[in-house]
């Protein structure tokens, strides 16, 4: 191109995009908890995505800010602020997708039961809110009632059983539309896998089952896409600091707060219109005595959710 020809290119090439942004933001999209270290970069990401035609904030404070700030950004999305649980409703309505990242971090002289109760409670009045504003929105949980560290942890394993008791007993749960936020075990395993390997980071695929804590997380490393040979000492230090991400973001912020930064959503139209999951056949002796070991701390974490959900009704 000489530089003329280059730039009508661009000019075109740029209206073009406008005019496909445009047409295609249809999405509204509330993020409750907005105002928190997962929430802002979380809205941005939401802001910046052409299929959102409108992104609702809530938060119990400071959410004005965000929203103010986002606005200035140079995408369709038009951003609304909602405060207190007085604009919860209105937040919600004819909502699309919702994403939870609601919570407190533990403060001094509370017990781990204090603050498993506080977030629980949180996300089961949240999603009850949910029920009753938008039944048929996409609901992605993210928060966890509890961080333990030192790989004993229980999290979103247990938010997202509390979530589907609650749609229960409201009558509207559809399965295919209620998901546990893991992206950040995904996107940890690639890049840490990438790197250990020297592989390019867009080629690598890792396919992960379990949970969200602690050994619940399991990266089956024998089926890493391109085909990769790992020694034992290999797959035990990946797994485990695969395992341990979290933590070690937790305490790398000294509690100023958790993982807030390597984190995405990824969604299908209508719902889940098919359940891609990971192929069990042929696990290595090492996956499957892993996969043995989480499964009872797993039942327990959903346990746990279950009957927190049961007794509080
Ligand atoms: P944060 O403390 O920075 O933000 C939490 C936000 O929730 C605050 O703005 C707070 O005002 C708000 N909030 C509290 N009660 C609320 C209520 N009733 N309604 C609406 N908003 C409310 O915490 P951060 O770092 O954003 O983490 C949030 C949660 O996400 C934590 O539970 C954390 O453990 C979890 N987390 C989950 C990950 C995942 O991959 N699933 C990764 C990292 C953190």
Same mark, same amino acid.
Request: proline fraction near 4%; charged fraction near 20%.
């Given at each position: 191109?000489?530089?003329?020809?280059?730039?009508?290119?661009?000019?075109?090439?740029? +209206?073009?995009? +406008?005019?496909?942004?445009?047409?295609?933001?249809?999405?509204?999209?509330?993020?409750?908890?907005?105002?928190?270290?997962?929430?802002?970069?979380?809205?941005?990401?939401i %802001?910046?995505?052409?299929?959102?035609?409108?992104?609702?904030l809530?938060?119990i404070?400071?959410?004005?800010?965000?929203?103010?700030?986002?606005?200035?950004?140079? @995408?369709?999305?038009?951003?609304?602020?909602?405060?207190?649980?007085?604009e919860?409703?209105?937040?919600? %309505?004819?909502?699309?997708?919702?994403?939870?990242?609601?919570?407190?971090?533990?403060?001094?002289?509370? @017990?781990?039961?204090?603050?498993?109760?506080?977030?629980?409670?949180?996300?089961?009045?949240?999603?009850?809110?949910? !029920?009753?504003?938008?039944?048929?929105?996409?609901?992605?949980?993210?928060?966890?009632?509890?961080?333990?560290?030192?790989?004993? *942890?229980?999290?979103?394993?247990? @938010?997202?059983?509390?979530?589907?008791?609650?749609?229960?007993?409201?009558?509207?749960?559809?399965?295919?539309?209620?998901?546990?936020?893991?992206?950040?075990?995904i996107?940890?395993?690639?890049?840490?896998?990438?790197? %250990?390997?020297?592989?390019?980071?867009?080629?690598?695929?890792?396919?992960?089952?379990?949970?969200?804590?602690?050994? *619940?997380?399991?990266?089956?490393?024998?089926?890493?896409?391109?085909?990769? !040979?790992? @020694?034992?000492?290999?797959? +035990?230090?990946?797994?485990?600091?695969?395992?341990?991400?979290?933590?070690e973001?937790?305490?790398?912020?000294?509690?100023?707060?958790s993982?807030?930064?390597?984190?995405?959503v990824?969604l299908?139209?209508?719902?889940?219109?098919a359940?891609?999951?990971?192929?069990?056949?042929?696990l290595?002796?090492?996956?499957?005595?892993?996969?043995?070991?989480?499964?009872p701390?797993? %039942? !327990?974490?959903?346990?746990?959710?279950?009957?927190?959900?049961?007794?509080?009704t």
């Amino acid at each position: 191109f000489s530089g003329l020809k280059a730039e009508a290119f661009a000019q075109k090439e740029e +209206q073009r995009c +406008q005019y496909n942004f445009q047409s295609r933001a249809s999405y509204k999209v509330a993020v409750l908890g907005a105002a928190g270290g997962i929430g802002q970069p979380l809205a941005l990401l939401i %802001k910046m995505s052409p299929l959102v035609s409108s992104l609702h904030l809530y938060d119990i404070a400071n959410v004005k800010g965000v929203a103010a700030d986002l606005n200035h950004c140079n @995408t369709p999305a038009q951003v609304f602020d909602f405060t207190g649980a007085s604009e919860l409703a209105n937040c919600l %309505k004819d909502v699309d997708v919702v994403v939870i990242p609601a919570g407190v971090l533990r403060k001094p002289g509370m @017990t781990r039961d204090d603050l498993f109760n506080i977030n629980a409670n949180i996300v089961k009045g949240l999603v009850e809110a949910v !029920a009753d504003n938008c039944p048929d929105a996409f609901i992605h949980i993210i928060s966890n009632p509890v961080i333990f560290l030192f790989r004993r *942890t229980l999290s979103a394993n247990s @938010t997202v059983p509390i979530a589907a008791e609650v749609l229960k007993q409201k009558g509207v749960y559809d399965p295919k539309k209620l998901f546990g936020v893991t992206t950040p075990d995904i996107v940890r395993e690639n890049t840490f896998i990438a790197q %250990k390997k020297n592989l390019r980071l867009v080629d690598v695929d890792v396919p992960m089952i379990g949970g969200h804590a602690g050994i *619940t997380i399991l990266p089956l490393l024998s089926k890493t896409k391109p085909s990769t !040979a790992f @020694t034992d000492e290999e797959v +035990q230090e990946l797994t485990v600091r695969i395992q341990n991400a979290g933590t070690e973001v937790i305490e790398a912020k000294a509690g100023a707060g958790s993982a807030t930064l390597s984190m995405a959503v990824k969604l299908g139209r209508n719902c889940v219109e098919a359940l891609i999951s990971s192929d069990l056949n042929g696990l290595n002796e090492y996956e499957q005595k892993a996969l043995e070991a989480l499964k009872p701390e797993l %039942k !327990a974490s959903i346990e746990k959710g279950i009957a927190y959900a049961q007794k509080e009704t």
